[in-house]
């Protein structure tokens, strides 16, 4: 069988990835009583007192909610929520194995933006952190803003922060390689939804000076009709020769190319364009936007995709499970761009200059060892621009 029919066949087998699980025993008349009523009361009333004691009187400290409207379901689309539940029980299964976050699905009934806002804002008492996930572009950016605003939880949406983090960590480590820096290289990112447009903003809070926004009409420029609002803002701060044309027009000379849009959308001679030493990360799933073997045999120097069976995958399970381990150990009002710029240096840093090479910028999704530096790192940049609320030991 292929890996839907197992998958299929799993999913039937367990009815569900997860499971709840009591740390107490309730086994005679006293353990009852401390459980729950009468002993319970206590508990209560100092929360009632004093809220910030549900971080230390209730799984709170260490659960997250994983929320989707099920509107961009990878990459099957608008699906539904119900549709979405068994990727969602699937991330909540990777925060617990990768950073030992207990994470709960809530997938709601709603597309809109004011309802999901809301219903999520009315249930952050029992959460100690919010991560958005599948939810479609340009509502997931309001989404996030407005929650933002109205919680004071972390909120990340993994779609574009995760992406964001792990991409500019493997940038990172290939400029380090080619011998460029990233203040004087020129950048093109296909796709200007959700991770297209936070990695654009990761990448030009770290130095980036030359990169053009492309989507299906081309380059994305200011001025130029027909953008969502979040992409007019884009077009402000990028882009800064204002070129405009097709794909293939605006990849010529650049030194990197980002993928996060379709299939098939690059060609070899698109890659022979690039400037010498060329990056090339194309990203859509399951089919990039050039194959890693064409793009290598075109002439990119650095090849990356989102996909298992090639070098260098970009995958989001180097940096989501440890960015909210941070976050919670130092029980963090908000994630910000501090905190994920830390994350990514903490990626990239795995890689050590004996290990670099171009078959290796990034570590693999299953190496341990980025939790827990992305955790350590994410929780100090809290601290450091005072959004943590307890001290780190």
């Known amino acids: 069988m292929n890996y839907l029919e197992r998958s299929l066949e799993m999913h039937r087998a367990l009815k569900g990835k997860l499971e709840i699980k009591s740390k107490v025993t309730v086994s005679d008349r006293e353990s009852l009583s401390l459980a729950y009523t009468p002993g319970v009361a206590q508990p209560c009333l100092e929360i009632h007192k004093d809220p910030e004691l549900s971080y230390e009187l209730t799984g709170r400290w260490n659960t997250i909610a994983v929320v989707t409207d099920g509107t961009a379901v990878l990459g099957l689309g608008d699906i539904g929520p119900e549709a979405g539940m068994p990727v969602m029980e699937g991330k909540c299964v990777l925060f617990k194995e990768f950073g030992n976050v207990d994470a709960f699905p809530l997938c709601i009934r709603s597309k809109d933006v004011s309802e999901i806002v809301n219903t999520v804002a009315l249930l952050a008492g029992s959460f100690g952190g919010i991560n958005l996930e599948d939810i479609s572009a340009p509502r997931c950016f309001e989404i996030e803003r407005r929650l933002k605003e109205r919680c004071d939880i972390p909120v990340f949406h993994d779609d574009q922060h995760g992406t964001a983090v792990v991409v500019l960590a493997a940038i990172k480590n290939a400029l380090r390689l080619v011998g460029k820096k990233i203040d004087c290289i020129k950048i093109v990112i296909s796709g200007a939804g959700s991770a297209g447009i936070a ?101 990119a120097y650095v090849v990356g995709s989102g996909r298992s069976d090639f070098a260098n995958q970009i995958n989001n399970v180097l940096a989501f499970p440890g960015i909210f381990r941070g976050a919670l150990d130092a029980r963090a009002s908000e994630i910000n761009r501090d905190m994920m710029l830390a994350a990514s240096e903490a990626i990239a840093s795995l890689v050590t ?26 929780a100090e940049a809290a601290e450091a621009t005072k959004v943590a609320r307890v001290k780190i030991n």
């Open 199 to 299: 990695i654009a903003r990761l990448l030009l809070h770290a130095g980036a000076k030359n990169l053009i926004l492309s989507d299906k009409c081309g380059a994305i420029w200011q001025g130029m009709d027909g953008l969502n609002p979040e992409q007019e803002k884009m077009s402000r701060i990028t882009n800064p020769y204002k070129l405009q044309g097709r794909l293939e027009d605006i990849m010529m000379g650049a030194d990197v190319f980002i993928g996060v849009s379709a299939p098939n959308i690059v060609n070899e001679d698109m890659i022979r364009s690039m400037a010498e030493k060329s990056i090339v990360f194309a990203m859509a799933n399951p089919v990039p936007e050039i194959m890693p073997e064409k793009a290598r045999l075109a002439g």
């Open 353 to 378: 200059d004996s290990e670099l090479s171009r078959d290796y910028v990034i570590p693999a999704a299953f190496d341990k060892r980025a939790h827990a530096a992305v955790a350590k790192a994410v």
